[in-house]
């Protein structure tokens, strides 16, 4: 599975940013989708947790601000990023994850896209 991110970018605080996500297979192949994080000299962290059916978790941090969703004519997953803050400032990573018949689990990693926050 490969997984290809963008999105992006420099923003000021406030300001909104979509992340994507395609994949090499099927969304609905997947029994996980989500997005990671990793800020400057900070270990990575869950941002969103979720499934094709459109459950989702989402750190506390987050709530009421991220969304995750998905486009599965597209093998596209979404990060939608409304009023950022700058401790939002990271590397973003996607996430999917396939569970094998033998239960094997099988994560699979985007190649990460900066997202800075500042004024």
């Known amino acids: 599975v490969q997984l290809q991110a963008s999105g992006g970018g420099l923003v000021q605080p406030g300001e909104s940013l979509r992340l994507s996500c395609t994949t090499s297979?099927?969304?609905?192949?997947?029994?996980?989708i989500g997005w990671y994080r990793q800020a400057p000299g900070k270990q990575r962290e869950l941002v969103v947790l979720?499934?094709?059916?459109?459950?989702?978790n989402y750190v506390d941090s987050v709530k009421g601000r991220f969304a995750l969703s998905s486009d599965n004519a597209k093998n596209t997953l979404y990060l939608q990023m409304n009023d950022l803050k700058p401790e939002d400032t990271a590397i973003y990573y996607c996430n999917v994850v396939k569970i094998s018949p033998e239960l094997k689990w099988n994560d699979y990693w985007g190649p990460g896209t900066l997202v800075t926050v500042s004024s």
């Open positions: 979720g499934t094709t059916s459109g459950s989702a």
């Open positions: 297979e099927s969304i609905f192949s997947f029994n996980s």
